[in-house]
C-alpha cells in the first residue's frame, strides 16, 4: 500500500504571553488505506477525524505545544483511540493549555515512529520551544518541521520558552544537513526545501540578532 500525506488546514487562535492572534494551521495526515497518523492536532477535531475518515488512528504526534498545534489532541485522542506523543521539554507549555491531561507517550531524539510505510525519524529541535521537535522520512523524502523551519526562515523566538540562538542551532545542525532536495512540510504556510532556505542562514542570523 502507497503511503500518502495529506495536508489539512484549519483555523484558530494561538495564545501567549496574555495576547491571542488568528492563524491557519496545517495538520499533517500519513499513512496509508488502512492506517494513519496525525501531526499537530490544530483547533478542529471533527475536520480532522472526517478527513481519517475510516482509517485507524494510531497516533497523534506533536511538534511543540503552543495551544494552536495541540488544542485538538486530547477530544480526537478520545474520539479515536490514538496515543498522543510530545518530547517531554514542553510539558510546561502542555500544561498552560491542558493541565488535566498528560500526554500519552513521550518523544525522544533518535526515536523512529513507524506507520504504514513511513519512518519518522525525531530530531529534537529545540529554539521556538524547548522540546520542539522535527520528523524526518528519508524513505519519503520530506521533513515536517512545525514551526522550526518555514519558507523564508526560521520560527519566532520574541515569546516565553523561546530562544533565537538555540533555534539557529538547531536548523543550522540538524535540518539544513539533510539531502537538499529533502521536502520541508511546515506547521503554518507553504511548503519549501532544504535546499532552498539552506543559502540563506547567514541572512537570518543578521537578521535576527
Known amino acids: 500500500m502507497t503511503t500518502r500525506i495529506e495536508r489539512l488546514v484549519t483555523s484558530g487562535q494561538f495564545t501567549l504571553d496574555g495576547g491571542t492572534w488568528d492563524v491557519e494551521n496545517n495538520v499533517w495526515i500519513v499513512g496509508d488505506e488502512r492506517s494513519v497518523i496525525v501531526i499537530d492536532a490544530a483547533h478542529d477535531t471533527r475536520a480532522i477525524a472526517d478527513a481519517v475518515a475510516d482509517r485507524r488512528l494510531t497516533a497523534i504526534v506533536c511538534t511543540h505545544a503552543h495551544n494552536d498545534h495541540i488544542d485538538a489532541a486530547p ?65 519519503l523524502g ?38 537538499p532536495e529533502t521536502k520541508v512540510l511546515t506547521g503554518h504556510g507553504d511548503a519549501t526545501t532544504i535546499g532552498a532556505e539552506a543559502p540563506h542562514l547567514e541572512e537570518w542570523i543578521e537578521r535576527g540578532h
Open 75 to 139: 477530544a480526537l485522542a478520545d474520539l479515536t483511540g490514538a496515543t498522543i506523543w510530545l518530547h517531554p521539554d514542553d510539558l510546561p507549555l502542555w500544561k498552560l493549555t491542558h493541565p488535566d491531561r498528560e500526554p500519552d507517550r513521550h518523544l525522544a531524539d533518535g526515536q523512529v515512529l513507524e506507520t504504514a510505510g513511513a519512518d519518522l525519524t525525531v530530531l529534537h529541535t529545540p529554539g521556538h520551544a524547548p522540546g520542539a521537535v522535527c520528523l524526518y522520512d528519508p524513505g
Open 142 to 179: 520530506v521533513v515536517f518541521t512545525g514551526d522550526t523551519l518555514f519558507k523564508g526562515g526560521p520560527g519566532a523566538t520574541g515569546r516565553s520558552y523561546s530562544h533565537f540562538p538555540t533555534i539557529i542551532g538547531s536548523v543550522r545542525d540538524r535540518l539544513l544537513t539533510l539531502p
